[in-house]
């Protein structure tokens, strides 16, 4: 009996995957890009089937899917500039609701990836993007003055809140930023607002013991600081204030909360809920007011 040609387990994943009942889209894209890739060369009639069968997946699978295949795309020699463009496309345009959907899914996934993970999202962006090189963000020295100082004197506290500020995001997201304990959304906002990389290392160093005490996270993130363009930096804040615009109810409703005048005495288990994070932040927003 002859053998199929090795290109059959293909056309089987192909019709596993309009089965009813299991959506194995996403497997079946991240196996077909991965035998992609393993070959250096490929004929006309391989070149063909993976084009069409990625562009017909693409639009179908999740958001980390993407990720992964654009990012093993990118590192491809050979890779179908139209594939790539596909990828693109996606990650800037399509209807507004799936947009957002995505956006909020890549902060959650950004947030709860590893170090080599996340990476490889801003490496993927920086690719998607299409864009070149822009100037940073026009943000006051004071405000930046004011950085360097919180981070300084160890006061995530104070640097969330004027991180807040800087980057025009919600309150919520600038601790998620400040307290993280893998420095790369630091770096990203750093490079957004153009922090220069001395002062950036100054900050690693001084914000966060668990990053600080590591010369191999230093290094990391540093170098990911020079990796990253400001393309990217200023995509994946474009992402973040849309998470604002899709919360601002949610965070007006902590912002009234700290207000004195307006706090409920019936709710105390709130009130505590926000000073824990930093022990000191309601009585200091009370000695500015």
Not at 59 to 75: I, K
Not at 210 to 235: P, V
Not at 260 to 265: I, L, V
Request: glycine share 4%; with cysteine; net charge neutral.
């Amino acid at each position: 009996m002859v053998k199929p040609p090795a290109s059959d387990p293909l056309d089987s994943l192909v019709d596993l995957a309009c089965r009813d009942g299991v959506d194995i889209r996403p497997t079946l894209l991240r196996v077909v890009t991965d035998l992609y890739v393993q070959k250096p060369l490929h004929s006309a009639e391989e070149e063909t089937q993976f084009v069409e069968l990625a562009l017909g997946l693409v639009e179908a699978v999740d958001l980390q899917t993407r990720v992964a295949v654009a990012a093993a795309l990118s590192a491809y020699p050979a890779a179908p500039a139209v594939v790539l463009q596909k990828l693109a496309n996606i990650t800037h345009s399509g209807a507004a609701d799936a947009v957002g959907s995505d956006r909020n899914d890549l902060i959650d996934l950004f947030f709860s990836a590893s170090p080599e993970d996340r990476r490889l999202i801003l490496i993927n962006l920086d690719v998607a993007s299409g864009q070149t090189a822009r100037r940073p963000l026009p943000i006051a020295s004071e405000l930046l003055r004011r950085l360097e100082s919180a981070a300084l004197k160890n006061n995530p506290g104070e640097f969330s809140r004027v991180l807040e500020r800087a980057l025009g995001i919600s309150r919520d997201l600038a601790e998620k930023i400040t307290y993280d304990n893998s420095g790369e959304p630091i770096v990203v906002a750093a490079k957004a607002i153009g922090l220069k990389a001395e002062v950036l290392q100054r900050i690693l160093l001084f914000l966060n013991p668990l990053i600080g005490q590591s010369s191999r996270r230093l290094y990391e993130l540093s170098r990911l600081f020079e990796d990253i363009t400001e393309a990217t930096a200023e995509h994946m804040l474009t992402i973040w204030r849309t998470s604002v615009r899709r919360h601002s109810v949610h965070a007006s409703i902590y912002w009234n909360d700290e207000r004195p005048a307006t706090r409920s005495a019936a709710k105390p288990a709130s009130h505590r809920l926000v000073g824990d994070r930093d022990g000191h932040r309601i009585r200091y927003k009370s000695n500015e007011r």
